[in-house]
């Protein structure tokens, strides 16, 4: 078997006024809902409350999951009907997806909090070293336009 095989990914907008522990009921319902249709989740990945690109049911905002899984194809209608039905769901949408299987990204706060701040040192360090060479070259470019007195031998 090939290292490329055929996926889904179905991204769905839940309302932006739903409390998270319910936001966790609904991911776990869609789960537990496509094992069932007999589908194999991949990944399931809440990305958070962010800003609509355009008013959905006088929505500006919604909270984005991401769902990764695989499957015969014929669940997708019957998931994406339940997501129809709901009145928590504003939009989805299902791609079919060819490439290496998404692996899950595990999820310690620890670690990301300490990669975040290395990555924030690495940018900062990276800033001043790129302003050090810009004054650099400002003060070559300002010696090379510099007039100098050139005094010439005076013959007598």
Partial sequence: MTDYQIYYETMYILRPDIAEDEVSNHIDKYNKLLEELGGKILDSQMRGKRRLAYQISKHREGIYVQLSHQGDGQHISKIEK????????????????????????SINKGTNQTETKNNENVDTTNKQESESKKFDSKEKIDSSNSTKEVKEPVET
């Fill in 82 to 105: 339940a997501m129809r039905l709901s009145e928590d769901v504003i939009r989805y949408m299902t791609v079919k997806q060819e490439g290496p299987l998404p692996t899950p990204k």
